[in-house]
């Protein structure tokens, strides 16, 4: 079985930094691209920051300068770095993977399409 299970966030003021991580659970042999999504109240989501399995990277340019995506693929973790905080940042944020190869007992390799993360709340204060 497969789960992304995130950690991090919570409650920071204004120019202050918080890491968010995203930890992928199971028998993994690889993983795609890992992207971070933020959901504010009324807003739809926002691409937040994607890294693919080679290590590039992509921002939105709301977040370009201040916030550094990155992921140890030993540790199956994906990481958010948040510097320099606005308020305008306070969302819930999700992290996903587009495709997961694992192994499963029964079926042998297999591949997960499109897995999501439990969404963490952060709450950047003025």
């Known amino acids: 079985q497969v789960q992304l299970v995130q950690s991090g966030g919570g409650l920071v003021q204004a120019g202050g930094s918080l890491r968010l991580s995203c930890a992928v659970s199971?028998?993994?042999?690889?993983?795609?691209?890992m992207t971070w999504y933020r959901r504010t109240v009324g807003n739809s989501r926002e691409l937040v920051a994607s890294i693919t399995a080679g290590g590039s990277t992509n921002y939105a340019d709301s977040v370009k300068g201040r916030f550094t995506i990155s992921r140890d693929d030993a540790k199956k973790t994906a990481f958010l770095q948040m510097n320099s905080l606005k308020v305008e940042d306070t969302a819930v944020y999700y992290c996903?993977?587009?495709?997961?190869?694992?192994?499963?007992?029964?079926?042998?390799?297999?591949?997960?399409?499109?897995?999501w993360g439990q969404g963490t709340q952060v709450t950047v204060s003025s």
């Open positions: 199971g028998s993994i042999l690889t993983i795609n691209t």
């Open positions: 996903s993977a587009d495709r997961i190869l694992f192994f499963d007992q029964e079926l042998g390799n297999r591949e997960a399409v499109d897995y």
